[in-house]
């Protein structure tokens, strides 16, 4: 085959490909004026993509961010510490509060509480200490009474609520810790007196209520 020939077969390839790329811009272009998003095959439309997954998933499997954006969910925590400080003194006047601010993009839906400790003993895990939760902004209580911090599962474990508690955007939570010794009752321990809490749920908007009571009772939640 001589130069001339070949040259002629490269150009003819090159200009192949070139057809080739413009074509496919040109596709992605259509896809994206239609609302499309582009998957190997087939092409499915954004708006449609939560059938297509309620007819493919079972529901425990179906993404919860999926979806109209006042109907989608997704997982979310918030943390709170207590520092008590190295070798603690309880006594009926131990007190500390904490407050963490839900964001105005969406509501937080709480549905479980972790509690841990870096100490197993009298200053951390066993300390005599009850925890109480409430909503600042509506100033209700989420518990009747002070809850012993034993009552919160630990090393893995949660304590699933009983009914999820609903925090609104740009509400703040706070939760404070007391003392459940008698008046006059002192315990000086040895070991480092943190406590952190991790409450977890999902963020949901508000104005769709539907999206909430899917939260509350969703198993991807939960």
Known sequence: MDQKTQLI????ALQ???QSTRAQEREIQKLERGGNVLFDQPSIRQNALEAHLNNLLPPELIPSNVGDINAVQWGFFYEVDFDFG???TWDSNT???KQFKVTNESAFLITRIYRDTDDAGVAGLEAPL???LRDLQSSRQFMDRPVPLQAFPSKGYYFDLPVPYLLYPAASAELEIRSWLPTGITINTTGVGTQHFSLYGARVRIQNPAAIMKAMFSKHNG
């Not at 077969?9 to 003819?12: E, G, M, W």
């Open 9 to 12: 077969r490269d150009i003819l």
């Open 86 to 88: 190295t070798d603690p």
């Open 95 to 97: 007190y500390a509060r």
């Open 16 to 18: 192949q490909d070139v």
């Open 130 to 132: 009850s925890l109480i």
